[in-house]
Each structure stands twice: as structure tokens, then as C-alpha cells.
């Protein structure tokens, strides 16, 4: 594993780095109430009386949500435990209607798991989760409605929350990235959280400390509410420096609440970092304790699909792909399900084994698909191509008849008008030519037409038959099979 450098340190610093995802639970409703969790609604649209902490309103927990949080820890191989507790964590903020939020604190629902991160060129690394538990969301505090008043909008209190706990194992804004990432796409697999960073239903909050190398951990501080991998990323290279350039300073680092800013590429201090005892945690006296049976985990654990790390090994160890190419594929769960579905439908056209077809199968979409969608700026889930639609111009190629060449023209036409190979390649005269009597008179004019290239390459020039290649492409439109014009073309320039 490379050692991460913080930059202009005259000393060797480790960086240390926890994370803290805040997840939200796909689920109807409210983690304790009816009330919609559905995003975008008007402000104050989905508030119920037990949002808004109306007196004599009492919180009912959202089974749902306990299933959610129960098959997340189960994706991570992580403890579930049979008996938690919601607590009261107790703080004021303007959009907190009770005064206190309802969390999990000695007794969460899911205990210590493993999540192993892909780093590229055969890297892995394991990171331990020390804990996932539930809580409901705070409302929003708007700022920018106003020029000297502050609005809140409660749409999002009470929407349930997991936090998802790591160890402090990552050392680089490398490993803090690839984190992030693998806990979206386990998220987004398994169909618990939408892993939508940009509309907060993702969040992070990233801890950073540094030592000297060989020293014991250094004071974090806890950068607030990260809504991409690459400000994750960025937010840890910022805050390393900052800490390094206090203590070469002779300072001290005070253990804070920070937050990142991305355009100015500067954290800056939100409050004082609180301890577990300045919340007052107690169990919450509306709630009773959360208890069910191993029939329940099974249950739960019975929806799982295929999981991301499972499926890579699939990939690479049944159907041969790459392991760069397999972990592509399995980062988002619709990339994976369109190759699997494409690669089905090419064995039915072509009648080959999956095996046969599947690094095929994995180049094209991985080159050709991906790269036009980039290009498009579309997601896979928006291609104009489809699956079927894809296996169909593999087939053609397979099958000889189109080249590889026109199949790339071939595709821009389908990408652009959504319309079928097979029939794109019939409306515009694009089948291979392979007819030996026609490739071989085309030949007989190419060589008649080039005496000069002809003499040169019986003299000795053999890389002039790639001109004559050339050639005879140019004349059929580069619809002859370039397999028959090479088996016939060699022997009547030899003579």
C-alpha cells in the first residue's frame, strides 16, 4: 500500500481518517410517523403533528426502517442485534422541533462489520464498521429566503436516518473516496438508500487527524455534512494540511466541528466538538425497546440480491473478464444489469457460450456505450441503446455480417435514431461483402492500377500489402470481409 504525503510537511505525518454516512432509509413514510419521506415536496408539505412535536404526540417506529437497517448490516456481514434501543440525544437547533433528536446510542441496531475497498491494479483494503443505527433527520433552515429573517422547513425531520460507523482504518483521501463509493453502491444494490449525494439523501461527515509517523492518534476534527466523493477527497487533503501546518507551528489542534469549502478549498470552524455526555442521552421513555428473532434477519436476508464483491468474482472467475473491467461493471447496480442482460441476449442471437461472448460483451459497452453516453452526458439507465438492441449489433458482427468498422457507424446511427442494427445496416447497403468472386476482381483492379506499390513490394517492401488493404476497403466502402480480402490478396501479390 502507498504511503499518503501531505504536502510541504517537514516532518513524515500520517493522516488518520473515520467516516460517519448518513444514509436515508428508502421508505414511504417517516421513521415515526405516516407523514410522506418523499423529496422535492413544497416546504412544510409532509409534516405530521409528531414531526412538528405537537403536545401529546407520540412517536410510532416505521417496521420498514428496521428491515432496511437490518439488511444493510446483513450486506456488510456485520452483527445484527436482536435487542436495540432509541435514545434521546438532546441539543438545540432551530429546526428540531422537540429539542431533542431520536437516535440509538449503547444499543444500535447493527454492531462491528468489514467493508473491503477496491484501490485499483489488484489493490484492496479492509475497513471495519464499527456500528450502524437508525435516527430521524433534523428539518432544513433556510437562509437565503429572507434578507433578515430565517425560514424552516420541516419536510425532512423525522425522515429516517442510518449512520453508518466506521473504524478510523482509511490513511489516504484515496481510501476515504473508495469508501464512500462502496458503501453507495451496497446501499444502492440492495435498494435501502438511493445513494443520492446531491439531493442529501447521502451524506458524510468526515474525521481527520494527523500524527507524526510512529506517534499516537492525534485530536480529530469532524468536517460536517460532505455531499460528494470528490470533496471527501478534497476535505481530507485540506484538513491534513491545515493540522500539519499548526503543529509544525508549535499549536495545538482543538478537537472541533468544521466545515469544508469547496471553492475556496478551506475548512473553517462550526462550533466546539461535542462529547456523547454533553448530549444527556437517555433511553426514550415513548419508545419501547426494538426486539425481534432470528426468523426476522432471515427474512430480511432472503431480499438480498447478488452483491457487488460477489458478483466481480463471478465475472472474473466463471465468465473470464478482467478485474478491471468486472469492478467497472459492478460499481452501479444498472451497469451490471444491463451487461448481464446484454450478454444473455448476444448468447441467444449468436448461439455461443457466455463465456465466448462475455469479454466481448464487457469491451463494447465499457468502450463504445459508456463512451458515447459520457459523451451525451446521459446515464445508463437513459441509453437510447438497449440491451437487445446491443446483442443485436454483436451478432451482426459475429456472424460477419458487418465489419467492425461499420459497426461503429452502425452504432451512431442507433444511438442517435434508436433504431435497431439490423435494420439500419438493410435501409443504408452496409452487409459485408464476402462474396470471393467480386473481393477477388476488386483485388485484380487495385494491383492492375498500382503497378509501382506492386514492384516495390515484390522487391521486398511487405508492409505496402497494408496499402493495398486499403485500397480494395476504399473500393467496396469498406464493406469487404477483411478475412477474405487478406486470404486472397497475399497470394496474387507474391505472383
Known amino acids: 500500500m502507498s504511503t ?32 410522506s419521506a418523499e423529496f422535492g415536496a413544497e416546504p412544510n408539505h409532509n409534516v405530521s403533528l409528531v414531526d412538528a412535536a405537537m403536545p401529546g404526540m ?107 460507523v466506521s473504524k ?11 469508501y464512500v463509493t462502496k458503501i453507495r453502491t451496497i446501499l444502492r444494490y440492495i435498494g435501502s438508500c438511493d445513494g443520492n449525494m446531491e439531493q442529501g439523501s447521502m451524506r458524510a461527515d468526515v474525521n481527520v487527524s494527523v500524527r507524526r509517523a510512529g506517534e499516537p492518534l492525534g485530536t480529530r476534527c469532524e468536517l460536517k455534512n460532505i455531499n460528494s466523493v470528490r470533496f471527501v477527497r478534497q476535505s481530507v487533503e485540506v484538513e491534513a494540511r491545515r493540522q500539519v501546518a499548526i503543529l509544525e507551528d508549535g499549536g495545538v489542534i482543538d478537537q472541533e466541528t468544521r466545515l469544508f469549502d469547496p471553492v475556496k478549498g478551506e475548512t473553517r470552524s462550526m ?49 473470464g473478464i478482467s478485474d478491471y473491467n468486472a469492478s467497472v461493471l459492478v460499481a452501479e447496480k444498472e451497469s451490471a444489469n444491463f451487461f448481464e442482460a446484454m450478454l444473455a441476449a448476444t448468447v441467444k442471437a449468436t448461439g455461443k457460450d457466455a463465456k465466448v461472448m462475455a469479454s466481448k460483451v464487457a469491451n463494447w459497452v465499457l468502450g463504445d456505450l459508456f463512451g458515447a453516453l459520457n459523451k451525451a452526458s446521459k446515464g445508463i439507465a437513459d441509453s437510447p441503446v438497449s440491451a437487445e438492441q446491443g446483442a443485436e449489433l454483436l451478432a451482426l458482427i459475429d456472424d460477419g455480417t458487418i465489419s467492425g468498422r461499420i459497426a461503429k457507424d452502425v452504432f451512431e446511427e442507433m444511438f442517435n435514431r434508436g433504431k435497431g442494427a439490423g435494420a439500419i445496416v438493410d435501409e443504408k447497403g452496409l452487409k459485408q ?59 496474387k501479390l507474391d505472383g
Open 168 to 178: 478510523p482504518d482509511m490513511t489516504s483521501p484515496e481510501e476515504a473516496g473508495a
Open 271 to 319: 462550533r466546539s466538538k461535542e462529547e456523547a455526555h454533553d448530549y444527556r442521552y437517555f433511553p426514550c421513555p415513548d419508545l419501547l425497546p426494538v426486539i425481534f428473532d432470528d426468523a426476522f434477519i432471515e427474512a430480511a436476508r432472503a431480499t438480498l440480491p447478488e452483491l457487488p464483491d460477489v458478483k466481480k468474482a463471478r465475472l472474473v472467475e466463471e465468465l
Open 4 to 35: 499518503y504525503i501531505i504536502q510541504g510537511a517537514k516532518d513524515d505525518y500520517e493522516v488518520v481518517i473515520g467516516l460517519e454516512i448518513h444514509a436515508q432509509v428508502i421508505s414511504n413514510s417517516k421513521l415515526f410517523s405516516g407523514a
Open 58 to 164: 407520540l412517536p410510532t417506529i416505521n417496521a420498514e426502517c428496521i428491515r432496511q437497517a437490518v439488511r444493510t448490516g446483513l450486506a456488510i456481514e456485520a452483527q445484527i442485534n436482536k435487542y436495540s434501543v432509541f435514545d434521546r440525544k438532546n441539543y438545540f437547533y432551530a429546526d428540531l422541533p422537540q429539542g431533542y433528536q431520536i437516535s440509538q446510542f449503547k444499543y444500535p441496531i447493527v454492531g462491528e462489520g468489514v467493508v473491503t475497498l477496491d484501490l485499483g491494479e489488484g489493490r484492496s483494503k479492509a475497513v471495519g464498521i464499527e456500528r450502524i443505527h437508525l435516527e430521524q433527520d433534523a428539518g432544513k433552515s433556510m437562509h437565503d429566503q429572507h434578507p433578515t429573517k430565517t425560514f424552516v422547513d420541516l419536510n425532512r425531520c423525522g425522515v429516517a436516518l442510518m449512520e453508518i
Open 433 to 491: 461483402v464476402s462474396d470471393t468472386g467480386e473481393i477477388e476482381r476488386i483485388i485484380d483492379e487495385v494491383i492492375a492500377a498500382n503497378p509501382g506499390q506492386l514492384e516495390q513490394y515484390r522487391a521486398g517492401k511487405d508492409k505496402l500489402i497494408g496499402f493495398f488493404v486499403g485500397q480494395v476497403m476504399q473500393k467496396t466502402g469498406g464493406k469487404a470481409n477483411p478475412g477474405v480480402v487478406n486470404g486472397l490478396l497475399k497470394p
